[in-house]
């Protein structure tokens, strides 16, 4: 079965969100788009909220959000314990949120980026692995498990 990604945005976010659908699927993903349809007024909270749940429910093990300035849209989806949405600028950040954070959730800013660096940094987030040393994955689970 191939591995799932879901992809959301907002009105800010839409044209990205549909010029990154093919790269997820040009990498050989199955897309699993949350919406909108279309470019009228959202809010960005309902698309956040939306990938955690499809996350948290098995539907896609990662994910991909756009909002105008990615900011929104990374608050609303890590209100959930079990998103790591990390908002990047480039690749050595999108790369950087993989080995160090395991992040599942890439956020970008649809306002903020350029297409092709946003390209890039979903290419580097989907092929790069989390790094399973000690020091990365103690400090994971403390993100999921305040104390």
């Known amino acids: 079965m191939t591995e799932a990604i879901a992809i959301a945005s907002d009105h800010g976010g839409f044209a990205f969100k549909e010029e ?3 790269v997820i699927a040009d990498l050989g993903f199955e897309v699993l788009d949350l919406g909108p349809a279309n470019t009228d007024a959202v809010d960005y909270p309902d698309f956040g909220y939306a990938m955690a749940h499809v996350i948290k429910d098995g539907r896609a ?3 991909v959000l756009v909002c105008g300035s990615g900011i929104g849209i990374s608050i609303a989806a890590n209100r959930f314990a079990h998103i ?3 908002l ?3 690749a050595l950040t999108a790369r ?3 080995q160090h954070n395991d992040a599942n959730v ?3 800013g649809g306002r903020t ?3 092709d660096v946003a390209k890039d940094c979903l290419q580097v987030f989907l092929t790069t692995p989390a790094d399973t040393a000690e020091r990365h994955t103690r400090r994971v689970d403390k993100l ?3 104390a």
């Open 61 to 63: 093990t990662r994910g």
């Open 144 to 146: 999921s498990n305040p």
């Open 84 to 86: 790591r949405a990390a």
């Open 106 to 108: 890439l956020c970008l």
């Open 88 to 90: 990047v600028h480039d």
């Open 96 to 98: 950087l949120s993989r």
């Open 113 to 115: 980026t350029g297409i």
């Open 20 to 22: 990154l659908k093919q």
